[in-house]
Antibody
Framework: QVQLVESGGGLVKPGGSLRLSCAAS????????MSWIRQAPGKGLEWVSYISSTGTNISYADSVKGRFTISRDNAKNSLYLQMNSLRAEDTAMYYC???????????WGQGTLVTVSS | DIQMTQSPSTLSASVGDRVTITCRASQSFNNWLAWYQQKPGKAPKLLIYKASSLQSGVPSRFSGSGSGTEFTLTISSLQPDDFATYYC?????????FGQGTKLEI
């Protein structure tokens, strides 16, 4: 069955960095677009970034552009999000999700919590 | 970006009720509209795609309709498991923007 397992979250000071990982299993990872979506505590869903199946097509929300970098390793069935220059407003649960078609998210991981605080 | 606005933000209902949640878009688009259900502490779950197509395994009491700029999610007879927060999402264009959510409470 399809599984997405995020890791790498934690407590970090403003200006710090974190690298999130998402381990995929149960499907042909290399065939699918993937995204990171976040949810601040008590708030709604915000798309953060997506990456095409080969990694050649990438996009970011304006709120993270220039600070976050999405990448993938199809040989390792893994998706990553490098987060630099973190701000308090980046505090959120970060989910990785699979696109069944472009934009439509059919499987989500359980999330990893990122807290940015001094 | 296409903005999505849901109403109401909170909906109080009882088991057995029929409820409808509305999602309005800032501009018209083809029916690339999805609905997700999220329970506390859990990831969102895809319920409906292409405005009215039921995702595999989702109970038939859930249905979606609409076109253009107005879409609805209807639950025909609420079950205890349905009390959750519901989000619409357009995936007509990147980024696939979400509505702000509708919390369905007892």
């Amino acid at each position: 069955q399809v599984q997405l397992v995020e890791s790498g979250g934690g407590l970090v000071k403003p200006g710090g960095s974190l690298r999130l990982s998402c381990a995929a299993s149960g499907f042909m990872f290399r065939d699918y677009y993937m995204s990171w979506i976040r949810q601040a505590p008590g708030k709604g869903l915000e798309w953060v970034s997506y990456i095409s199946s080969t990694g050649t097509n990438i996009s970011y929300a304006d709120s993270v552009k220039g600070r976050f970098t999405i990448s993938r390793d199809n040989a390792k069935n893994s998706l990553y999000l490098q987060m630099n220059s973190l701000r308090a407003e980046d505090t959120a649960m970060y989910y990785c999700a699979r696109h069944i078609v472009v934009g439509l998210l059919d499987y989500w991981g359980q999330g990893t919590l990122v807290t940015v605080s001094s | 970006d296409i903005q999505m606005t849901q109403s109401p933000s909170t909906l109080s209902a009882s088991v057995g009720d029929r409820v409808t949640i509305t999602c309005r878009a800032s501009q018209s688009f083809n029916n690339w509209l999805a609905w997700y259900q999220q329970k506390p502490g859990k990831a969102p779950k895809l319920l409906i795609y292409k405005a009215s197509s039921l995702q595999s395994g989702v109970p038939s009491r859930f249905s979606g309709s609409g076109s253009g700029t107005e879409f609805t999610l209807t639950i025909s007879s609420l079950q205890p498991d349905d009390f959750a927060t519901y989000y619409c999402q357009q995936y007509n264009s990147y980024p696939g923007t979400f509505g702000q959510g509708t919390k369905l409470e007892i």
